[in-house]
């Protein structure tokens, strides 16, 4: 027996509860984590409240991410101590996640912990910051330089747009953030944002093509606001779209894309191969002050995850939430 989070769905409905869980709960798979970290990313706040079908099986473990040990393999890659975090892959929606002590997963799916982070800093990133990092290498890899203008990240004071904002502050770019929690800017500019802008500037309907403004953008909301971000993108630019917390609709029109050139790149955190995972954990490693990261991050323990969980769906919730699974 173990201790986690359960989702189950019956006669009683649908609910999340801390509890004492079988083992025979986990899946199959060849490797068996000791879970010590996790965390509340966006995804598992809908899990953990019901309030969209992310949940494919019940019973269910939520929590897309996670950082522990290995207490038992039978992969040759991961020796039994290893230090390991996993993002993704399904977890915490097809296969029990990372918001409990125990984990059981296939190794191809695990990342070694980098040397710069313990296991708590890799869970204050987890799959928000390490999106953020994938968000900015897609940026680089398009040729933006810091001297090419100003960078629009949408969503600023969420995961994803807080670890953007720093990585971006510490590679030299200027960068503009977009909230709704304006009176929130000094903190946003503590990570380097060099202005803030009200999120209401982009989220109501706008023209098919607006005013050149951005060299670069990473949007996590999706809806009006992307299609406005990618109608004010300067020439040749680009928009790294990974997030939909304004809605999963595009109400654009091509006008952006062949007038301007401008490049729109999903980015996919899920599935991403292993190269690239670890391409970005390298770079968070090399790229991400550890002060910067500590300043948004906040610490709960595993019985108080619920009620924080529906926090975040509410827009209460800054930064990143850490979950100690073990108290």
């Known amino acids: ?10 006669d009683a409905g649908y609910q999340a509860q801390v509890q004492q869980i079988d083992e025979s709960v986990l899946p199959e798979g060849d490797v068996t984590v000791s ?44 020796p039994i101590g290893e230090r390991v975090v996993l993002n993704g892959w399904g977890v915490g929606e097809t296969r029990c996640g990372g918001l409990a002590e125990l ?7 695990l990342v070694p912990l980098p040397h710069a ?22 940026l680089e890899k398009h040729g933006i330089r810091p001297e090419d ?19 971006l502050a510490k590679l030299g770019y200027r960068i503009v953030a977009a909230t709704g929690r304006t009176a929130e800017a000094a903190h946003l500019q503590a990570l380097g944002a060099a ?11 706008g023209k098919p093509i607006g005013k050149e403004r951005w060299a670069g953008v990473i949007d996590t909301v999706g809806s009006h606001t992307l299609a406005n971000a990618c109608a004010t993108t300067r020439y040749r630019g680009a928009v790294a779209a990974c997030g ?8 654009a029109t091509v006008a952006p894309f062949i007038l301007r050139g401008v490049t729109l790149y999903g980015i996919d955190s899920v599935m991403a191969p292993l190269a690239v995972r670890q391409e970005a954990w390298q770079r968070l490693g090399q790229d991400l002050e550890i002060a910067r990261l500590d300043a948004i991050t ?21 930064g990143r939430v850490v979950v100690d699974v073990r108290r």
């Open 1 to 10: 027996m173990f201790k986690g989070i359960l989702i189950t769905r019956g």
């Open 35 to 78: 879970v010590e970290w996790s965390t509340l990313n966006y995804k598992d706040g809908l899990a953990i409240t019901g309030k969209a079908p992310v949940v494919r099986r019940f019973p269910m473990v939520p929590g897309i991410d996670f950082a522990g040990s290995v207490i038992a393999s039978s992969n040759p890659a991961w």
């Open 103 to 109: 984990a059981r997963v296939r190794g191809e799916w």
């Open 117 to 138: 982070f313990t296991a708590r800093q890799a869970m204050a990133l987890g799959t928000a910051g390490y999106t953020a990092m994938l968000c900015v290498l897609a």
């Open 149 to 167: 203008g100003e960078i629009l990240v949408t969503g600023a004071n969420g995961g994803v747009g807080s670890v953007a904002i720093a990585l």
């Open 195 to 205: 202005a803030v802008i009200d999120r209401s500037e982009l989220a109501a309907p």
């Open 244 to 251: 939909l917390a304004g809605g999963m609709d595009f109400p």
């Open 298 to 318: 906040s610490e709960i323990g595993l019985a108080e995850a619920i009620e924080v969980a529906h926090e975040l769906l509410a827009g209460k919730v800054r």
